[in-house]
Each structure stands twice: as C-alpha cells, then as structure tokens.
C-alpha cells in the first residue's frame, strides 16, 4: 500500500474514532491514554510511513499526549466539515469544534513540531521508495502528532477530498469515504437504521383512525 493511500486511511480513520456507540449514544475510543496506546498500535504500519516508527514495546501515552492528539483530531473533524459542507450541512457531529481558522492553525503547527526529510530505501531484492526521515530525536508524542497533522494534511489537498461524506444515518457522526455512486452511509448498521426511522416517521405521519 503506497504512502497516499496510509494517509488516507490513518486521516479518516483518527477522524471516526468518535461514533456511534450502537445504543444510541456516542463513543470516543480515545477518551483514555489507553485507547490512544491501543490505537496507535493499531495504525503503527501506517504510522511508520508518515515519519512515526512505533516502538515493539508499545508507545508511552500520558495525559499531554492524549489531549495533543485530541486537538489535532478536532482539528481534522472542523476540517471535515468543512470539506462536505455542499453534501451534508451540519456535518460537526457532537464535539464543539473550532472555527475554520483555529482548526487550520492547529493543523499546521501540529505538523511542524518534527522536521521531516525524505529519505530513499532500496532494498535488494525490490524496487526504490521514498519514505520521510526524521532528523534528531524528537519526543515520541511530538512524532505522534506531526504524523496525524501530515496525514490529515495529505489526505485534505489529495484527491480522495472530493469522496469525502459525513453519513446521514441518525445519530452517526462518522465520516466516510465514498466508495461507489450507490454509497449512502459509513457501513450497512446506519443504513438500516435510517431505513427504521424513516418507516416509523412515516407510520406517525399517517392519519389515525376516524372516530365512528
């Protein structure tokens, strides 16, 4: 999977780890410093092309790491909004987001806490790529957040911007990027359960009977 492509995936994928519980409420996966340990466990791959090798043993999250990508994470969803506003008005979902100018700001001072230069691997037995190198060393949770910023970065002035939706499902307040030109919703649950809700908003609008 190339570079762009992990961009993309680990933009839209910080983006949506505020969702749909289910049961009608609203879940944060990274609420505590352990789901943001998990998380990056989860995305290390992806991490490690944007400039961030996550250690074997696991990466320290404190509670100033977790709030750094947080803000960035609110950043990227004002961004979001922003970016479907012709498709889906009122996209924020329930966090309180920035303004576009706030959310702009923090993006790109998160991105420019680490340098980065590119750095080209050749292995033997394969083709030559170019990956960003990191000068120095840099606090892990600074990587962290300047590899989130970049990736949201790459992921908002690439193409893939213009299939970026919010779905309309009740209640749901992830985004998605839109796969096919039947696509109306992150994943099959919302569909069915915009399809429950608008069954019973019909069946309350239908008239009642006439007394006899």
Partial sequence: MDVDQLSLDLALDLAVTIRHDGRGGIADDLAEPAGLALWV??????????????????FP???AALAAVVEVRT?????FARAVLPWS????????????EQALGRLNEASALVPVTPRLDWPPDGPPTARGAVPGAPGLPDRLTAALARAAIAFLAGPDRDRLRACPAPRCVRYFVKEHARQ???KPSCGNRARVARHQARRRAEPGPVPG
Avoid: K, M, N, Q
């Fill in 61 to 63: 999250v404190d509670a």
């Fill in 184 to 186: 109306e919703w992150c």
């Fill in 89 to 100: 008005p009122g996209a924020a979902g329930p966090d309180r987001l920035p303004s576009f």
């Fill in 75 to 79: 950043a990227v969803r004002a961004l």
């Fill in 41 to 58: 466990r989860e995305h290390a791959v992806a991490l490690d092309a944007r400039g961030c090798p996550v250690p074997i043993a696991g």
